[in-house]
C-alpha cells in the first residue's frame, strides 16, 4: 500500500510513499518523450532525496512509466536553448550533476527500475544509483555521439561501474548494450524475465527495506567515502566506521535478535 504524495509529484514526476514510509517510488512520468528529463524530473528527484534523508525511509526506487526508463535530456528543450549564453548553459546543465551529488549523500540506498531504453542522462542517472535491476529487454546506451554530443556528466556515474575498455566503447560509439551484457560489463545488478520483473524488484526492495536504517546509511557514507582513498587510509577509515557501527543501538538490537532467534526491531536513524 502507498501514500499519494502530491507534494513531490509534478506533471513530469508521479511520487508514492509506502504506507509504512519505509519506500518512496518515483516514476518519470513523461511517456510521450520516452521519460525524457527535463528540470521537473530533476527538481522532483532532488526533492525526493530530501525527504528521503529527512524522514524514516530506507529506499529510493526511480523508474519510467509506459514500460520505458529514460531516453536522457530532452533534444527539444535543449533545441530551445540554443540561442542562450555560456552562463544560462552551464546553469542549465547542472541539474544532472547537482542530482547524482545529491543521490551520493542521500542515506537511503536508490535502486533503478529499468525497463526498454535506459540512454544518455537515463543510463548515467541508473548509473547513479547502488542497484539497478533490469528487465530482460531493457537497453542500455550514450548515443549521444550521434547528434554532436559526449555523455560528460553521464560518464562520472558509468565508468567507476564498468569495464574501463567496455566503458569506452559505450561511450564513444553510442551502440546500444543489452541488459545481460550490460551486467556482464558491471553496470546492472541483476537481470529479470519482464514478466517476473515486478516481483523481482519488490523482493529486493523488501530486503534493503527489513535492513538496519543505521547500518544502511553508515555503509552507504563509508562506501562512498573509501573509494578513492588508497588501501592504507581506507582501511584505517573503515575500521573506525566499524567501531562506530558497533557502538551503535542497531548493533545491540541486531545481536539481542540473533540470540534470542526474532526478528529485529530497528528504529529510526
Known amino acids: 500500500m502507498t501514500n499519494d504524495t502530491p507534494s ?5 514526476l ?23 528529463l527535463n528540470d521537473a524530473v530533476f527538481e522532483g528527484l532532488l526533492a525526493v532525496m530530501e525527504v528521503a534523508d529527512d524522514g524514516p525511509c530506507r529506499v ?12 536522457g535530456g530532452d533534444l527539444q528543450d535543449m533545441n530551445e536553448r540554443e540561442t ?13 550533476a547537482t542530482l547524482y551529488e545529491r543521490m551520493v549523500s542521500t542515506s537511503a540506498p536508490t535502486v533503478a527500475a529499468v525497463e526498454g531504453y535506459c540512454l544518455a542522462g537515463g543510463c548515467g542517472l541508473a548509473a547513479g544509483c547502488e ?23 553521464a560518464m562520472a556515474a558509468i565508468m567507476p561501474a564498468v569495464q574501463e575498455k567496455q566503458g569506452l566503447d559505450m561511450l564513444f560509439t553510442g551502440r546500444h548494450v543489452s541488459a545481460t551484457e550490460a551486467r556482464d560489463i558491471g553496470l546492472v545488478t541483476r537481470v529479470f524475465e519482464p514478466e517476473a520483473f515486478d516481483e523481482e524488484l519488490d523482493a529486493l526492495v523488501d530486503t534493503l527495506a527489513s ?14 567515502n573509501q573509494r578513492d582513498m588508497s588501501f592504507e587510509r581506507a582501511y584505517g577509515y573503515l575500521k573506525e566506521m566499524l567501531v562506530l557501527l558497533m557502538e551503535s543501538d542497531a548493533h545491540r538490537e541486531g545481536v539481542a535478535a540473533f540470540v534470542e532467534d526474532r526478528d529485529p526491531d530497528w528504529k529510526a536513524r
Open 131 to 153: 542497484f539497478i535491476v533490469a528487465a530482460e529487454t531493457a537497453t542500455f546506451g550514450t548515443p549521444e555521439t550521434h547528434v554532436g554530443m559526449f555523455p560528460m556528466q
Open 60 to 71: 529510493v526506487v526511480i523508474r519510467g512509466r509506459g514500460g520505458q526508463f529514460c531516453s
Open 14 to 36: 508521479d511520487v508514492s510513499i509506502s504506507a509504512d514510509e519505509l519506500v518512496i517510488r518515483a516514476t518519470i512520468d513523461r511517456p510521450e518523450s520516452r521519460n525524457a
Open 8 to 12: 513531490l509529484s509534478n506533471d513530469d
Open 84 to 96: 542562450a549564453s555560456v552562463e544560462e548553459r552551464r546553469e542549465n546543465a547542472s541539474g544532472l
Open 211 to 224: 535492513s538496519s536504517p543505521v547500518m544502511i546509511s553508515m555503509g552507504k557514507e563509508a562506501y562512498y
